[in-house]
């Protein structure tokens, strides 16, 4: 929490549990940890050779919805529902919630209580054994792909709206550093392994060019 110098306030939801020492998520979170301390994200978002896929989105997905939860939780005072009565992405790009359980059909909700419950259904998600595994020897489901899919397509839904409606507030705090480090991460993880839909990734359409731009060069 000191990361964003004590600006962080407390939300409903909890950060996910970090997974047992010993198991290969431990091993691999610590793996990207590392490579994202270097500095080279493109080596961070990588699988590394003869690992199982399964377990790489795991652990990021794992890290994404945490970092992401730390980024929100700076705004929270800016983000109220007399501010932002609607989840947007700008004027063009407007988000209704649907979870099939609370919300059985799309629903408006102001951007604060969209985002509560997102974050919500994604930690139910995390801390689902049969849903997310990480405990040793525990099979991940057939549909784990698609569950993390859109576990991230709707996560970038919070990225979309800290961009454009609350960046001039992210740069008065002066955090706006980590929310770009964060979101390159998340961008160049996500078209690594072809999770989201490039229709779904309009809003921040200008800026993903730049990231994929610059991390041509560096391919080079």
């Not at 969209?114 to 998600?125: E, H, K, R």
């Not at 609350?166 to 993880?189: K, M, W």
């Amino acid at each position: 929490m000191a990361f964003f110098g004590g600006l962080h306030k407390q939300r409903t939801f909890k950060p996910r549990k970090d997974v047992p020492e010993g198991t290969k998520q431990y091993q691999l979170r610590k793996y990207a940890e590392a490579t994202l301390g270097s500095g080279n994200l493109r080596q961070a978002v990588v699988l590394p050779e003869g690992e199982d896929l399964n377990e790489w989105l795991a652990v990021h997905t794992v890290d994404f919805f945490n970092h992401l939860n730390m980024l929100y939780g700076t705004v929270t005072e800016f983000c109220t529902p007399k501010e932002c009565p609607v989840m947007s992405a700008g004027p063009r790009y407007e988000y209704l919630w649907e979870d099939g359980v609370t919300y059985k059909r799309p629903t408006k909700l102001s951007a604060p209580d969209y985002v509560d419950a997102l974050m919500n259904w994604v930690q139910t998600l995390l801390d689902d054994e049969n849903a997310f595994p990480h405990k040793i020897g525990v099979q991940f489901p057939k549909n784990f792909r698609d569950t993390v899919k859109t576990i991230v397509r709707r996560l970038f839904r919070v990225y979309a709206h800290l961009y454009s409606g609350h960046f001039e507030q992210i740069c008065a705090l002066g955090i706006e550093a980590h929310l770009n480090t964060s979101y390159r991460h998340f961008f160049l993880f996500i078209n690594e392994f072809n999770l989201v839909d490039a229709k779904e990734l309009a809003p921040l359409d200008e800026l993903n060019d730049a990231i994929l731009a610059e991390d041509n060069k560096t391919r080079r």
